[in-house]
Structure formats: structure tokens, C-alpha cells
């Protein structure tokens, strides 16, 4: 044979051999199940055993193709099971589903076993946009090339985790010298509906000494996504962080979604080293998607309308935040509660105050008065304080505190010209420095202060402890 046949006959064998393997990675049969029910936000499905939180590619009428669906496949997560039947959640809304619609389980590799879905991670996402699901929403290229993982965590041992006893710069005076927050903790923001929590997250990530900034907007507003990225978080906030936009108008199974999947990038990060400042806006609109799930499923009503499985959740996202192992990363966590008509004994704002390390309470009478940040000082307090400021730093804070509760106390009897000086010494300062007190906890939008300019601050106002 000459050397071209020779040649020529090596070029086909090795043609044959690479046809081969790509044939020995296709699985012999693909799992199918089929749709039987479809009702409200839930579909029910039959002919497949695959567990909890796995994916879902279920198929429509090729004749309702669209632009946004040209493959006529929609994704869908397992949510619950009763007996043979999977409870599906779609993750977006969907058109052209016929009855006994097929079911094919998302595959977790070439072996065609289903597994859960895998999200981008890494530093490839620093300055991005993503939804919920990990695809770019800000114009920029596909993130394929990223490393991907699962939204699940095995959690840490508490026993391991290094305490809270470093101090962190936020920027803001009040929280400074008043709440002081360190490393690896986890506070709760609690507003009613348009009193500046969004601005103070914002002063709060283009201020925080921090390494990477992890911004999760779950079931805000289409609007306030984008206002929140250009001119509140701006920038030089932007380009450390990773935002995760899960407006309202998206499915509560994607808003539920974007919480976890905004935590488990702040924990690779973590993981990696870096020390994280985690924003969620807001764990009320989490509890809220949860809750629209549970019921839609089934799950029967307890406090207020939330099924228990919501107060399960609550814990199970906050606990993933903090700090890592000695010597490792931490992740610094503000989570927005809404508070429902100003409640603070609502269902949410309670169960978060539980779990969470400390709260800062925005009062609607500041707010309205012009006072921002409208922090109610009174109200707010800082679980760790005390192992992050020596005592005479705690003194003036308690000195402050007092000297404001005080004359809030007698405001009204002040405010009549019922108060006469010289009876209540304490009272009388209260009533000299409360100018200054509330001029303390004011700050501009674009002014920044640090620890040490909030201390000097504070002393300058209260004088050097005796």
C-alpha cells in the first residue's frame, strides 16, 4: 500500500475513533416524564423520580416559538413531590404548554444522571449584572467560560468560624461611633416602604473597606435596579462588586433564587480569602417568594399567611454569611427588612431580629422631618459592639445615647415651655447639646466618615470621659 492510502486510512480511523467517544458520552435513554396538571404557578408532572431542587426542561407547542423561547423548551425546578407527582415551578412564564407536555430532567453531566443547576462564579463577575439565574443582564459577554457550581454549601462548623473582633469602616457616623460593626456580622436594616434605605445601602457600598461588595436586589422594582446601579451604588462601588438583580416581576422561584445564588457567590469569594460586604434588599421580599411557593404547593397558612417553611429558610440563608475559619475570608452581611406599615413586630422583622446580630430601625418621623440617614438611634443597637470598642469608646456611646433618649423623653414638656432648667442636670445638658446630638447623626449623601473622624466627632461633642 502506498504512503498516501496509508495515509489516507489513518485519516478515517482516527475520524471513526472520535465519532466513537462522542457516542460513548450520549446516554443509552433519556429519562421523560409528562405534564398532567397545570394549575396557578405550579405544575404537576408524572413518569419521573428525581429529587428536590433538581432541573427541568419541559416542552412546548413548536407552533408558540418565540424570540425569547426559540428552542420551544422551558426551564422548571422540583419544588415538592405527593406520591409519583413532582410539583414543577417554571422560572419564567411560559406559553404554548399543552397537556402531556414531556419532561426531560436537566442533566449534571454526559452520564445523563439529573442533577441540580450550576451557576457562574469567580472574579469574572467583579463590575457585572446578573439575574437570577447567572446570565448577564448588563449587555456584557456570556459567562460559559466562568467556573460553575451549585447554589448548595456545606456549612461551616461554628466551632470553626473565627469570632467578630475586628472593626469595619462603613462610612457612616451614626454606625460608626454609635452601632459598630465588625467583620463577619450581620445586621438588619429595618424600613418601611421609602425612607432611604436604599440610599444608606448605597452610601454603605461605595464607603465600606471591603474587598468585594455582593449587591442581591430580590423582588425590588425594574426601576429602582436600575436607579440603584447607576446612581446610588455608582461607579466606583460597581467595579468591586457582583450585582444580582431578582426584580418583582420575575417568578418568586427565581427571586428565592437570586438570594441563594447572591450568597453563594459572596462565599466563593469568602472561600478565596477576601473579606465580603453582602447586601440584600431585601429578606422580606425572600420570605415573600418562599411563601408564594409554599402555598402554591400546598403547604397550609401559619403566622400572618407564611407557611413554617419560611421561617425554616430564614435562618438557613442568614447562617451562610459571617466569618470564615481563622486566618480566612468573612463575609459582612446588611439585609433590608420591609416592615409592613411600620410594624416592627411583623412576622419577618421579628423572626429576622432573632437570627441576626444586630438592627438599625429607619424611622419614618425622621425621614419625613428631612433627617437622613433617618436612623432611629434609640431603637437600633449592635450585638457586637462591646467586643469591638474599648470602654471608654462604649462609655461615650451609652453617654450619647442617654443624653438623646432624654430630652426625647421630655420632648413634649420642652416643646409646651413646661421645662424649667435647674431641676435635672442630665436633662439640662440633654436640652444644650440636642442641637449638636442630631446634627451628629445627619450626613450628606456623598460624605464619607470613617472610624476615626466619627470618634473624633463624638468627643469633640461629649468631652473627655472623667
Known amino acids: 500500500m502506498t504512503a498516501a492510502g496509508q495515509g489516507h486510512r489513518e485519516h478515517w ?48 407547542s413548536p ?6 423561547q426559540p428552542s420551544c423548551f422551558a426551564e422548571a425546578e422540583v419544588v415538592g413531590f405527593s406520591g409519583d407527582r413532582l410539583y ?16 426531560f430532567p436537566l442533566s449534571a453531566g454526559g452520564n445523563g444522571e439529573s442533577g441540580a443547576r450550576r451557576f457562574p462564579l469567580g472574579e469574572k463577575l467583579l463590575g457585572r449584572v446578573v439575574d437570577g ?44 461611633s454609635l452601632l459598630s460593626v465588625g467583620r463577619g456580622q450581620r445586621m438588619g436594616l429595618f424600613a418601611g416602604s421609602g425612607v432611604g434605605k436604599s440610599v444608606l445601602l448605597g452610601m454603605m457600598a461605595r464607603y465600606t473597606k471591603a474587598d468585594v461588595i455582593v449587591v442581591g436586589l430580590i423582588g425590588e422594582r425594574g426601576r429602582e435596579v436600575k436607579d440603584f446601579i447607576d446612581h446610588i451604588l455608582g461607579e466606583q462601588g460597581r467595579r ?27 462565599e466563593g469569594f469568602r472561600d478565596a480569602g477576601k473579606s465580603v460586604l453582602l447586601i440584600m434588599d431585601s429578606l422580606t421580599r425572600y420570605a415573600m417568594a418562599q411563601r408564594e411557593i409554599a402555598l402554591a404547593i400546598g403547604e397550609p397558612p401559619a403566622t400572618k399567611g407564611y407557611p413554617p417553611s419560611v421561617f425554616a429558610k430564614l435562618p438557613g440563608l442568614v447562617e451562610r454569611a459571617g466569618n470564615a475559619e481563622h ?46 440617614p433617618a436612623i432611629d438611634i434609640e431603637a437600633s443597637i449592635s450585638r457586637a459592639m462591646t467586643s469591638l470598642v474599648d470602654d471608654t469608646e462604649l462609655r461615650r456611646a451609652q453617654r450619647f445615647k442617654q443624653l438623646f433618649s432624654r430630652y426625647q423623653r421630655n420632648r413634649d414638656l420642652i416643646g409646651v415651655g413646661a421645662y424649667s432648667p435647674g431641676h435635672d442636670a442630665q436633662l439640662d445638658q440633654a436640652v444644650q447639646l440636642y442641637p ?12 464619607r466618615a470613617g472610624i476615626e473622624d466619627s470618634r473624633d466627632a463624638l468627643t469633640q461633642l461629649l468631652g473627655e470621659p472623667s
Open 436 to 447: 449638636n446630638l442630631e446634627a451628629f447623626l445627619q450626613q450628606a449623601i456623598g460624605e
Open 88 to 103: 414543577l415551578m417554571p422560572l419564567a412564564e411560559i406559553s404554548g404548554l399543552v397537556p402531556g407536555a414531556r419532561v
Open 63 to 68: 407552533h408558540n416559538a418565540s424570540a425569547d
Open 133 to 176: 439565574n447567572g446570565r448577564p443582564l448588563d449587555g456584557g459577554p456570556d459567562l460559559h467560560d466562568c467556573p460553575q457550581s451549585t447554589l448548595a454549601a456545606p456549612p461551616l462548623n461554628p466551632l470553626a468560624r473565627s469570632p467578630i473582633d475586628t472593626r469595619i469602616d462603613v462610612g457612616i457616623r451614626a454606625i460608626n
Open 13 to 60: 480511523r482516527a475520524a471513526l475513533r472520535s465519532v466513537k467517544q462522542r457516542v460513548d458520552t450520549v446516554p443509552a435513554y433519556q429519562n421523560s416524564g409528562r405534564i398532567v396538571r397545570a394549575t396557578g404557578l405550579v405544575l404537576e408532572a408524572v413518569g419521573l423520580r428525581i429529587p428536590l431542587g433538581s432541573g427541568c426542561r419541559i416542552e412546548l
Open 240 to 266: 468591586r462588586s457582583v450585582v444580582v438583580a431578582a426584580p418583582a416581576d420575575t417568578s418568586p422561584l427565581q427571586r428565592l433564587q437570586g438570594a441563594a445564588y447572591a450568597t453563594r457567590l459572596a
Open 327 to 372: 486566618g480566612g475570608g468573612s463575609i459582612t452581611a446588611f439585609y433590608t427588612v420591609l416592615t409592613e406599615g411600620d410594624d416592627q413586630q411583623d412576622p419577618i422583622a421579628d423572626a429576622a431580629r432573632a437570627i441576626l446580630d444586630g438592627h438599625v430601625v429607619l424611622s419614618r418621623a425622621l425621614a419625613e422631618s428631612g433627617h437622613y
